[in-house]
């Protein structure tokens, strides 16, 4: 089952960055001396996150609530097991991406290129390579937060990073869609992770009946 890439700008699938186009964000005029050093913050940041596990909060439009836990491997590999609802799975695999829910018996997949995940997930991940910046909200506290958007598509709405702690690391972000709603993905911990098992990443369809044809 194929759907859009519009389908998959929900809750913690759709990670912290979004977008592939050509404009160099750090080119960008509106952005000071200062917001250009916390960009490279980040971005040195996200580039050394190669492979991780912890667990998160997700909070939808609605106000409701969401948790579980999540493993990351760079390039491409993501996996959000969610505990509440039970058995909900956002799985990157290095090629797709695809949702399971079994409340509903439903199986979603689309190329991971087509979602938010793609540069995230990439193997060199960098906010110059089509990310639109729109701001850096810095904090006294040492805190900062960053908005993107893809800039080929700059009306499909846009995330906001969080950043903070000694040392740094992301805490939070915040998607909004088209429509203005708005999913908050909390990480509750974030740690360096070694040895992953490759099925982390593997996801079969379980709707799929032996002798279907679909």
């Given amino acids: 089952m194929t759907v859009s890439r519009r389908a998959f700008a929900f809750g913690a699938l759709a990670a912290p960055l979004v977008g592939m186009a050509v404009t160099p964000a750090f080119a960008q005029t509106t952005l000071s001396a200062e917001d250009r050093e916390a960009l490279g913050l980040a971005q040195a940041y996200l580039r050394g996150l190669t492979a991780a596990e912890g667990r998160f909060t997700e909070t939808g439009a609605g106000g409701q609530t969401r948790s579980g836990r999540f493993w990351l491997q760079r390039p491409g590999k993501m996996r959000f ?18 949702r399971y829910d079994p409340r509903l018996n439903t199986f979603q997949q689309v190329p991971l290129s087509q979602t938010p995940l793609s540069t995230f997930l990439s193997r060199n991940v960098s906010f110059d390579q089509g ?33 903070a702690g000694t040392p740094m690391r992301l805490q939070e972000w915040t998607v909004v ?7 908050r993905t909390r990480l509750t911990e974030l740690r360096p992770a070694t040895g992953l098992a490759a099925s982390l990443f593997q996801l079969r369809d379980p709707t799929r009946r032996p002798g279907r044809n679909r």
């Avoid at 058995?87 to 797709?96: E, F, H, I, R, Y």
């Avoid at 990310?131 to 908005?147: E, H, I, K, L, N």
């Avoid at 088209?178 to 999913?183: E, L, Y």
């Fill in 81 to 98: 097991e969610y505990s509440t609802p039970q058995g909900l799975l956002v799985v990157a695999d290095g090629n797709n991406v695809m």
């Fill in 131 to 163: 990310v639109r910046v729109d701001a850096v909200t810095r904090r006294p506290s040492g805190a900062f937060a960053v908005t993107v958007r893809d800039a080929r598509r700059p009306n499909e709405g846009h995330a906001i990073l969080a950043f």
């Fill in 177 to 183: 869609d088209a429509q203005g709603s708005r999913t």
